[in-house]
Nanobody
Framework: QVQVVESGGGLVQAGESLRLSCTTSGTTRNFKRSGWYRQAPGKERELVADITAGGRTTYKDSLKGRITISRENAKNMVYLEMNSLKPEDTAVYYC?????????????WGQGTQVTVSS
């Protein structure tokens, strides 16, 4: 079983920065990828950024240039650096960890961390 816990959210003003952290514990053998998602009120959950075991990254197009995802393997930590925050970035941010092989894939989600950006 894998446990995922997000932290680092909060209330910030537009233009400021935040770094979200995702702590993973438990059995992370066969780690495949980690991703940050967000869900704003009344909207569907969407992918913000993703990083594979090999370090390949993917970003939501509209956020490119303002966000950076990184992983610290030794600590099983994944980070999301967000700069120049806007009110529309307000959402609950979730971390997902995927483990698996060619034969199976399991996704584990955290409880989320609230990010609120005031104008």
């Amino acid at each position: 079983q894998v446990q995922v816990v997000e932290s680092g959210g909060g209330l910030v003003q537009a233009g400021e920065s935040l770094r979200l952290s995702c702590t993973t514990s438990g059995t992370t053998r066969n780690f495949k990828r980690s991703g940050w998602y967000r869900q704003a009120p009344g909207k569907e959950r969407e992918l913000v950024a993703d990083i594979t075991a090999g370090g390949r990254t993917t970003y939501k197009d509209s956020l490119k240039g303002r966000i950076t995802i990184s992983r610290e393997n030794a600590k099983n930590m994944v980070y999301l650096e967000m700069n120049s925050l806007k009110p529309e970035d307000t959402a609950v941010y979730y971390c997902k960890v995927q483990v698996g092989t060619h034969f199976y894939t399991n996704d584990f989600w955290g409880q989320g961390t609230q990010v609120t950006v005031s104008s």
